[in-house]
C-alpha cells in the first residue's frame, strides 16, 4: 500500500511518544537539566514535608542537585576545550550566574540544614523546570495534561515574583550565616566567603534581580529611618547599617549592566 500523502491542513510534526523519544535524543544536556531541576523541586519538598525520606538527606540532595545543574550549565556556556588555566578564564567563570551557583552549593555542603538555604535554588528550579516542562508537552501534543500545563502557566505568570523572592532569600541570608556561624551552625569562615557569593550575584550580568532588590531595600530603610517618630538612635543604626552595606557592594564600574 502506497504511504499516505500528508494533507494540507495537517500542521507541525509529529507528535506524541515517539517525538518525545526524538527530543530526548537530540537534546540530552537539556532534557537532563530539567530532569535534575525536577528532584531539585522534590528534594525540598522532601525537606519540608520529610514523608518517604530523611529531611537532612533530602536538604544535601538538593544541594547536590543544584551543583549538577550548574555543572551541566558551565558546560553548555563555556565548552571544554576553552577552559585553561589562566586570570582571564577566571574572570569569565566567575561572571556566570551557573559558576555562582555551583559554588553556592560547595558553600552549605558542611552546614546545618536550613529551609532558607534552599529557597534560592528551588525557586530557581521549579521556574525554569516548569518553563522546559511545557516543551515536553508540546512534543506530546496540544492538548496534552491541559491541568499541568495551567499549573505551569502560574508559574510562569509570577516569574517575575519568582526572581524577586529568590534575590531577597540570597539577601537575607548573609545575616543569618553570620548568625549561625556565631551559634556554631556553620564555620566560622562560611559568611566570609558568601559574602562573595553576594557580589558575585550583584553584578550578575544575565541577572539584575539581587542588585535592583538591594536598591529596593536601600530606599525602604532610607524611608524608615526619615519617620519623625523613629528614636534618634534607631535612626542612626539604620543610616549607619545602609552605608555599611553600600560600602561592601562592588564597585560600579565591575558591574556588567
Not at 540530552?28 to 525520606?53: E, M, Q, S
Not at 546545618?112 to 530557581?124: A, E, M, Q, S
Not at 500545563?149 to 539577601?171: G, K, T, Y
Request: net charge positive; with cysteine; glycine share 4%.
Amino acid at each position: 500500500m502506497a504511504e499516505t500523502e500528508p494533507q494540507s491542513g495537517d500542521a507541525g510534526p509529529p507528535k506524541g511518544v515517539p517525538a518525545l523519544k526524538a527530543h530526548i535524543a537530540a537534546n540530552k544536556i537539556d532534557v537532563a537539566l530539567w530532569a535534575i531541576r525536577v528532584l531539585t523541586v522534590l528534594f525540598t519538598i522532601g525537606y519540608v514535608l520529610p514523608l518517604f525520606n530523611n529531611p537532612v538527606s533530602a536538604f544535601y540532595k538538593a544541594l547536590l542537585a543544584n551543583a549538577a545543574t550548574s555543572a551541566l550549565r558551565l558546560h553548555q556556556r563555556i565548552p571544554a576545550r576553552e577552559i585553561a588555566i589562566s586570570r582571564e578564564f577566571l574572570a569569565r567563570f566567575f561572571l556566570e550566574d551557573s559558576a555562582h551557583y555551583l559554588f553556592y552549593s560547595l558553600i552549605f555542603m558542611n552546614v546545618v540544614p536550613n529551609l532558607l538555604i534552599l529557597t534560592p535554588i528551588f525557586l530557581f528550579a521549579l521556574l525554569h523546570a516548569a518553563s522546559y516542562s511545557l516543551t515536553i508537552l508540546d512534543t506530546l501534543g496540544q492538548n496534552s495534561m491541559w491541568v499541568a500545563r495551567l499549573l505551569i502557566s502560574l508559574v510562569e505568570f509570577q516569574s517575575r515574583n519568582i526572581l524577586r523572592a529568590a534575590a531577597l532569600a540570597e539577601i537575607i541570608l548573609f545575616p543569618l550565616v553570620a548568625i549561625m556561624a556565631l551559634f556554631g551552625y556553620c564555620g566560622l569562615l562560611t559568611p566570609f566567603v558568601y559574602y562573595y557569593f553576594v557580589t558575585w550575584r550583584y553584578a550578575s550580568r544575565r541577572n539584575p534581580y539581587t542588585r535592583n532588590t538591594f536598591r529596593e531595600l536601600r530606599v525602604v530603610a532610607e524611608r524608615a529611618a526619615d519617620k519623625p517618630a523613629l528614636p534618634a538612635a534607631l535612626r542612626s543604626g539604620i543610616h549607619s547599617g545602609v552605608q555599611l552595606v553600600c560600602r561592601m557592594a562592588p564597585p560600579m564600574e565591575h558591574v556588567q549592566q
